[in-house]
């Protein structure tokens, strides 16, 4: 069983820059792909970013393609997600997750991930 732990959150103005993590226990992260989602109060979660385990593949949502980047240290079992230029609008919460079956990648339906990390606060001020 792996369990995920986001960290990295914090406040920042905008056009600037963080980078979440996401950190893994669990003997076979290697084999998983992950996903990196958002979610603000009243709305749905939103997907952001995935990461086939072969770091090769990689997905991103139309609004953070260009200045988000998700990476991942197998050795380290832990993903990244790189966030520049960064706008109010990108406020939310999150979150990391598992993509449950890897037949199922390039999906960005959050019902389609699990094992969901607690979450971490990116608030952008303008």
């Known amino acids: 069983q792996v369990q995920l732990v986001e960290s990295g959150g914090g406040l920042v103005q905008a056009g600037g820059s963080l980078k979440l993590s996401c950190a893994a226990s669990?003997?076979?992260?290697?084999?998983?792909?992950m996903g990196w989602f958002r979610q603000v109060p009243g709305k749905e979660r939103e997907f952001v970013a995935s990461i086939h385990w072969n770091s090769v593949s990689t997905y991103y949502e139309d609004s953070v393609k260009g200045r988000f980047t998700i990476s991942r240290d197998n050795a380290k079992k832990t993903v990244y997600l790189q966030m520049n230029s960064l706008k109010p609008k990108d406020t939310a919460v999150y979150y990391c997750a598992v993509l449950r079956n890897l037949q199922g990648w390039g999906t960005r339906n959050p019902k389609d991930f699990g094992l969901w990390g607690q979450g971490a606060q990116v608030t952008v001020s303008s």
């Open positions: 669990g003997r076979t992260f290697n084999n998983y792909a």
